[in-house]
């Protein structure tokens, strides 16, 4: 039998059927659409995460004290600021190292008042990281210099305090203490769950006179470019472990980061899609119970096929394409229900939802080899029926 | 010449619930080829297992049966499958037609199994209908047609392979006198001008009488004609 009028034959008998065929595809619909959407909500996530990651800034080395670990609480800084002096003579150029000391500080502007990341900075940090302003101006080298009192707000921070006035040229209070608004960021959103538009730059210098220390939390560099950045950092932690001995250092590059994210969310991705892939399974079954079902029905026909010179294989190949056709119908649909359903997730809520062709391809070969390995069965005993007994049942 | 059928000592055992069965008991006849044959007999006489056997649809347990000149003994499935197609035409007494399909395509199906175009196989069938009176009912389907034309596309597809035996089955079982006696004109006709063989298979001794010869059936064996 030609191969066209096996699918002939095929499609026919789907749409004798239609409502049955309906239902039994929808198991395999819900299925791949399952898949297909999961896998979307998983693959958008982490690309999303790899933006924020990317979207501080390219080549960024981040130097901490301690072991760092993802989890694992920062240890208490033994580096100040002739740290970072060194650490720029290394790197050959001030304008690429970023520095911060950090303290969660009550901010107040009249009787408003609201809690925010503060951090000590000098005046590099636009240069280094990804940052723009919205209005004002950043800190500059004498703001740093001279312990200047002036600061620049994040963009949820001026909202809190000021609604929709101009922040510039406002004073505020900080921790108590004085300081001039010269400044407010564009808003940025979250980097792994930190809202960066909750934070109030001002000079490292006031920031240490107001916490009462002379420690600085991190140093981050910005490696000219991405082969550089391992020989750097070896330099820069030999260097810091010379000036602090009995002291670890780390540095963290963007990608290891997103190396190490990547990989729980690659391990989540996949527990989802398996958690859909059992639905798929839970569809093949009811095709492949369905297709048996229609073997019976259908036995006076098998029959006289064979009577007529059909070979056990031509009856097995259109039960089999019966059985494919089926799930493969199911995949396309569900995979167009999938796509939906995603597209309406990322517009409609915070999750984000990016479509990936292999997670598709995926759907569509499993749907099919569904097909296949569930319609062997029928596909076999209807193949195998004997025809005088076929004949015979009425 | 060879034979069209050809059953020496062919006997046929059914194992029921581990109890062994005889349904033929040692049968022995020729149909040669043109050759018009009624097999009659009562309902468990052992005729529609002859049937089955003389059809390619079952395979003796002893004995030596040749369709078309080949002996069915060392077929496989897909061999008697062959032969079915190439040299056997069956009409059943209950039509057995494709239910959703047109009186064309069901004449035709014989022929999808040989892998033919679907433009040839439409004409081929289109032929065969017109030659048993059906050119005007093509695309009819079968709950479309009297049973009396249900039974004629039956035979159009019989015929559209151009065998050498027409194996009928009661093909007059379902069918008023009328519409009985002009299907059997039609086989007989068939058998005349094409010299197709035509095996009859009875419990009808009015339909048996016609034909050249009968064989008479009784408890899985032969007997004389009474």
Same mark, same amino acid.
Do not use: C
């Given at each position: 039998?030609?191969?066209?009028?096996?699918?002939?034959?095929?499609?026919?008998?789907?749409?004798?059927?239609?409502?049955?065929?309906?239902?039994?595809?929808?198991?395999?619909?819900?299925?791949?659409?399952?898949?297909?959407?999961?896998?979307?909500?998983?693959?958008?996530?982490?690309?999303? *995460?790899?933006?924020?990651?990317?979207?501080?800034?390219? $080549?960024?080395?981040?130097?901490?004290?301690?072991?760092?670990?993802?989890?694992?609480?920062?240890?208490?800084?033994?580096?100040?600021?002739?740290?970072?002096?060194?650490?720029?003579?290394?790197?050959?150029?001030? $304008?690429?190292?970023?520095?911060?000391?950090?303290?969660?500080?009550?901010?107040?502007?009249?009787?408003?008042?609201?809690?925010?990341?503060?951090?000590?900075?000098?005046?590099?940090?636009?240069?280094?990281?990804?940052?723009?302003?919205?209005?004002? &101006?950043?800190?500059?080298? %004498?703001?740093?210099?001279?312990?200047?009192?002036?600061?620049?707000?994040?963009?949820?921070?001026?909202?809190?305090?000021?609604?929709?006035?101009?922040?510039?040229?406002?004073?505020?209070?900080?921790?108590?203490?004085?300081?001039?608004? *010269?400044?407010?960021?564009?808003?940025?959103?979250?980097?792994?769950?930190?809202?960066?538009? $909750?934070?109030?730059?001002?000079?490292?210098? &006031?920031?240490?006179?107001?916490?009462?220390?002379?420690?600085?939390?991190?140093?981050?560099?910005?490696?000219?470019?991405?082969?550089?950045?391992?020989?750097?950092?070896?330099?820069? *932690?030999?260097?810091?472990?010379?000036?602090?001995?009995?002291?670890?250092?780390?540095?963290?590059?963007?990608?290891?980061?997103?190396?190490?994210?990547?990989? *729980?969310?690659?391990?989540?991705?996949?527990?989802?899609?398996?958690?859909?892939?059992?639905?798929?399974?839970?569809?093949?079954?009811?095709?492949?119970?369905?297709?048996?079902?229609?073997?019976?029905?259908?036995?006076?026909?098998?029959?006289?096929?064979?009577?007529?010179?059909?070979?056990?294989?031509?009856?097995?190949?259109?039960?089999?394409?019966?059985?494919?056709?089926?799930?493969?119908?199911?995949?396309?649909?569900?995979?167009?229900?999938?796509?939906?359903?995603?597209?309406?997730?990322?517009?409609?809520?915070?999750?984000?939802?990016?479509?990936?062709?292999?997670?598709?391809?995926?759907?569509?070969?499993?749907?099919?080899?569904?097909?296949?390995?569930?319609?062997?069965?029928?596909?076999?005993?209807?193949?195998?029926?004997?025809?005088?007994?076929?004949?015979?049942?009425? | 010449?060879?034979?069209?059928?050809?059953?020496?000592?062919?006997?046929?055992?059914?194992?029921?619930?581990?109890?062994?069965?005889?349904?033929?008991?040692?049968?022995?006849?020729?149909?040669?080829?043109?050759?018009?044959?009624?097999?009659?007999?009562? %309902?468990?006489?052992?005729? %529609?297992?002859?049937?089955?056997?003389?059809?390619?649809?079952?395979?003796?347990? &002893?004995? &030596?049966?040749?369709?078309?000149?080949?002996?069915?003994?060392?077929?496989?499935?897909?061999?008697?499958?062959?032969?079915?197609?190439?040299?056997?035409?069956?009409?059943?007494?209950?039509?057995?037609?494709?239910?959703?399909?047109?009186?064309?395509?069901?004449?035709?199906?014989?022929?999808?199994?040989?892998?033919?175009?679907?433009?040839?196989?439409?004409?081929?069938?289109?032929?065969?209908?017109?030659?048993?009176?059906?050119?005007?009912?093509?695309?009819?389907?079968?709950?479309?047609?009297?049973?009396?034309?249900?039974?004629?596309?039956?035979?159009?597809?019989?015929?559209?392979?151009?065998?050498?035996?027409?194996?009928?089955?009661?093909?007059?079982?379902?069918?008023?006198?009328?519409?009985?006696?002009?299907?059997?004109?039609?086989?007989?006709?068939? $058998?005349?001008?094409?010299?197709?063989?035509?095996?009859?298979?009875?419990?009808?001794?009015?339909?048996?009488?016609?034909?050249?010869?009968?064989?008479?059936?009784?408890?899985?064996?032969?007997?004389?004609?009474?």
């Amino acid at each position: 039998m030609r191969f066209a009028e096996a699918w002939r034959v095929a499609i026919d008998a789907l749409r004798a059927n239609r409502l049955r065929s309906t239902l039994t595809m929808l198991g395999v619909i819900i299925g791949v659409a399952a898949v297909v959407v999961l896998v979307a909500i998983g693959t958008g996530t982490k690309q999303q *995460i790899e933006q924020q990651v990317e979207g501080l800034g390219s $080549n960024l080395l981040i130097v901490l004290p301690g072991q760092v670990s993802l989890g694992s609480a920062p240890s208490v800084s033994r580096m100040d600021l002739s740290d970072v002096d060194a650490v720029s003579k290394i790197v050959g150029d001030r $304008n690429r190292v970023a520095v911060t000391v950090a303290s969660g500080e009550t901010v107040a502007a009249g009787n408003v008042d609201t809690f925010a990341t503060i951090n000590g900075v000098i005046e590099t940090t636009p240069q280094v990281f990804v940052r723009s302003l919205a209005r004002g &101006t950043y800190l500059s080298r %004498s703001d740093v210099d001279t312990s200047r009192r002036v600061a620049v707000l994040g963009w949820r921070v001026a909202k809190t305090l000021f609604g929709e006035r101009d922040a510039v040229g406002q004073q505020i209070t900080i921790a108590g203490v004085r300081f001039r608004v *010269i400044g407010v960021f564009a808003q940025l959103g979250q980097s792994l769950g930190v809202d960066r538009d $909750n934070e109030v730059h001002v000079p490292i210098t &006031t920031a240490q006179r107001l916490l009462g220390t002379n420690r600085v939390d991190g140093i981050a560099i910005k490696a000219p470019n991405r082969e550089e950045i391992n020989d750097l950092s070896a330099r820069i *932690i030999a260097e810091l472990g010379r000036r602090h001995p009995g002291t670890e250092f780390s540095a963290v590059t963007q990608e290891q980061i997103l190396g190490v994210l990547g990989d *729980i969310l690659g391990v989540l991705t996949g527990v989802l899609a398996a958690i859909a892939g059992i639905s798929l399974l839970v569809g093949g079954v009811g095709v492949s119970n369905i297709m048996l079902v229609s073997v019976r029905e259908r036995t006076k026909e098998i029959g006289l096929r064979k009577a007529v010179g059909a070979r056990p294989r031509d009856i097995g190949v259109q039960f089999l394409l019966e059985a494919v056709l089926l799930t493969t119908l199911g995949g396309f649909i569900g995979m167009g229900l999938g796509i939906g359903a995603a597209l309406v997730v990322a517009a409609l809520s915070p999750v984000p939802a990016a479509i990936t062709w292999w997670s598709l391809a995926l759907a569509f070969g499993v749907s099919a080899a569904v097909g296949i390995i569930f319609g062997v069965v029928p596909a076999q005993r209807a193949g195998r029926l004997d025809p005088v007994v076929a004949l015979r049942t009425e | 010449m060879t034979a069209a059928l050809l059953a020496r000592d062919v006997t046929r055992e059914y194992a029921l619930d581990g109890v062994t069965v005889p349904a033929l008991r040692g049968v022995s006849f020729t149909v040669d080829a043109g050759d018009y044959v009624a097999i009659i007999g009562p %309902s468990g006489s052992g005729k %529609s297992t002859l049937m089955h056997l003389l059809g390619g649809l079952d395979r003796p347990t &002893t004995g &030596t049966l040749e369709i078309g000149g080949r002996d069915v003994s060392g077929l496989d499935p897909q061999d008697l499958a062959k032969l079915r197609n190439e040299t056997i035409g069956f009409v059943f007494q209950s039509f057995h037609l494709l239910a959703r399909t047109s009186a064309v395509d069901n004449v035709a199906l014989p022929l999808v199994y040989r892998g033919m175009r679907a433009s040839e196989r439409r004409r081929r069938a289109a032929a065969m209908l017109e030659r048993v009176g059906l050119g005007h009912r093509l695309d009819h389907r079968p709950n479309q047609l009297s049973g009396g034309e249900q039974q004629r596309v039956a035979i159009a597809r019989a015929l559209v392979t151009d065998p050498q035996v027409l194996l009928a089955d009661e093909p007059t079982g379902n069918l008023d006198t009328r519409n009985g006696q002009a299907v059997l004109a039609l086989l007989e006709a068939l $058998n005349g001008e094409q010299g197709v063989a035509l095996v009859v298979v009875t419990h009808d001794n009015e339909v048996a009488d016609r034909a050249h010869r009968k064989i008479v059936m009784r408890d899985g064996e032969i007997v004389p004609a009474s």
